[in-house]
């Protein structure tokens, strides 16, 4: 597929304003052409059936992370949503290197359900996001914190506690955040072992963390 053409169809629904604001909302950090995810994905979901294999293709993927335009990293990643059920442990090192290329909330919050589907399919993979969660950066830290949001009863308790204790007595808002929501979505499944792992845990928590962990948790 051609990054180009994908992003010259963008660009003909573009609103500059749009764009202004969409770049504030992220801080600044990176160049918009004002598409709101609405439209995006009505247009890339278009551009998608261009493709009729059933394989990945990582140079399109590739060649949108490279736009300095937010609007095709999102789009690579609405592509590999389409894609998810191929993926494998042997794609873990490519989104490993989307994880830490133009680095934001936005990005990880979006791999950390792709990378999060690979590990339930292929539990094998567990050492790989183990490690990742004891990684220096940050980014990734906060992929595999948040990995397995939204599994509900097919949560891996024992896997989202080595993670979760990996990352505690952090001063990172983004890691403190991140552990807080892992545990406030599994609250709404079990709410009992989020309770006891806050009761055991409190001491080394950020109180960001246990606040966002706590909140349906009745006392």
């Not at 294999?53 to 609007?71: C, K, L």
């Not at 292929?122 to 050492?127: D, L, R, S, V």
């Not at 220096?136 to 914190?145: F, G, V």
Request: net charge neutral.
């Amino acid at each position: 597929m051609d990054v180009e053409e994908l992003f010259e169809n963008l660009k003909a629904v573009a609103n500059p304003n749009d764009a202004v604001a969409m770049k504030a909302y992220m801080k600044n950090k990176f160049e918009f052409l004002g598409v709101k995810t609405p439209a995006r994905r009505k247009l890339a979901k278009a551009f998608f059936k261009q493709q009729t294999d059933f394989v990945i293709d990582w140079n399109f993927i590739n060649e949108a992370w490279n736009s300095p335009y937010r609007e095709l990293q999102y789009a690579a990643l609405d592509y590999l949503e389409s894609r998810k059920k191929l993926l494998t442990p042997s794609d873990l090192p490519r989104l490993k290197k989307l994880a830490q290329t133009k680095s934001w909330w936005d990005t990880i919050d979006f791999l950390d359900r792709l990378v999060g589907s690979i590990i339930a399919r292929f539990p094998e993979a567990k050492e790989i996001i183990l490690a990742w969660s004891c990684d220096e950066d940050i980014w990734l830290r906060r992929l595999a914190i948040d990995h397995q949001l939204l599994r509900k009863e097919e949560t891996d308790t024992e896997l989202l506690e080595k993670i979760l204790v990996n990352n505690l007595g952090q001063t990172e808002f983004f890691i403190n955040k991140a552990i807080g929501w892992a545990l406030r979505d599994y609250s709404k499944t079990n709410p009992d072992w989020v309770k006891d792992f806050i009761e055991r845990h409190q001491a080394e928590m950020a109180a960001l963390s246990v606040r966002e962990g706590s909140k349906y948790i009745s006392s």
